[in-house]
């Protein structure tokens, strides 16, 4: 399995923003997806974003349509799939983990398809915190 290495967590004050990075690297992700989930404090993990390789498509939580941006870079032999959030809410707080499955998961049943947590194959993390 290729390693995912996310980056870019911290401490921003409620109305900021925030740029998270997952990189990866390895064979082509044309069939993969990746995804974005946050475990907030005593909750379970949840989807935030994702991103097919191929057809491009993306997908959004509710909570943070409108707040966020899925795109990927490629610089190398790395992939890299950011998540840029703005107007952080203190209920954004949470560990946020990418995730790595075969694009036809998110195509069947997007970021609600339990098989994100059979299949995926997932990042150490990364934390934020949006609090004044």
């Known amino acids: 399995q290729v390693q995912l290495v996310e980056s870019g967590g911290g401490l921003v004050q409620p109305g900021g923003s925030l740029r998270l990075s997952c990189a990866t690297s390895?064979?082509?992700?044309?069939?993969?997806?990746i995804g974005w989930f946050r475990q907030a404090p005593g909750k379970e993990r949840d989807g935030v974003a994702c991103l097919s390789f191929r057809p491009g498509s993306v997908d959004y939580a509710d909570s943070i349509q409108g707040r966020a941006n899925i795109s990927k870079a490629i610089a190398g032999n790395t992939v890299y799939v950011h998540l840029q959030m703005t107007a952080l809410k203190p209920e954004d707080t949470g560990v946020y983990y990418c995730?790595?499955?075969?694009?036809?998961?998110?195509?069947?049943?997007?970021?609600?398809?339990?098989?994100?947590?059979?299949?995926?194959?997932w990042g150490q993390g990364t934390q934020v915190t949006v609090s004044s």
């Open positions: 995730v790595e499955v075969p694009a036809w998961v998110q195509s069947v049943g997007g970021l609600d398809d339990k098989r994100w947590f059979d299949l995926g194959n």
């Open positions: 390895g064979d082509t992700l044309d069939d993969y997806a």
